[in-house]
Nanobody
Framework: QLQASGGGLVQAGGSLRLSCAAS????????IAWFRQAPGKEREFVAA?????????YHADAVKGRFTISRDNAENTVYLQMNSLKPEDTAVYYC???????????????????WGQGTLVTVSS
């Protein structure tokens, strides 16, 4: 199971750090991704960290250079550090997990079976 937290209200240019804590079958190596969904829009890929790639990280172009995904294996937690936030970053952020996801499909929400409940990020202008 995944538990996302860390969302809140922040002014443009500010920072937040989201956390995705995993429980249950933490002995398995899961690939973890962050997605977000703004009102009236489809869920979109934000970032992923892939075990098979040696812990390689990937970020969507819209957040590259501002957001950083990382994981703490000892705590079974994945983080999304978000800096230089913009009003267009406002969305509900979800973490998702899947065992052994392909780099070809890691940006597609439908390939992830395990989802957290979402945490709301609101960026004011």
């Amino acid at each position: 199971q995944l538990q996302a937290s860390g969302g809140g209200l922040v002014q443009a240019g500010g920072s937040l750090r989201l956390s995705c804590a995993a429980s249950g079958r933490t002995d398995r190596r899961y690939d973890i991704a962050w997605f977000r969904q703004a009102p009236g829009k489809e869920r979109e890929f934000v970032a992923a960290i892939i075990w098979s790639g040696g812990g390689s990280t990937y970020h969507a172009d819209a957040v590259k250079g501002r957001f950083t995904i990382s994981r703490d294996n000892a705590e079974n937690t994945v983080y999304l550090q978000m800096n230089s936030l913009k009003p267009e970053d406002t969305a509900v952020y979800y973490c998702a997990a899947q065992s052994s996801i392909s780099r070809l499909t890691m940006t597609l929400a439908r390939y992830y079976r395990n989802w957290g409940q979402g945490t709301l990020v609101t960026v004011s202008s």
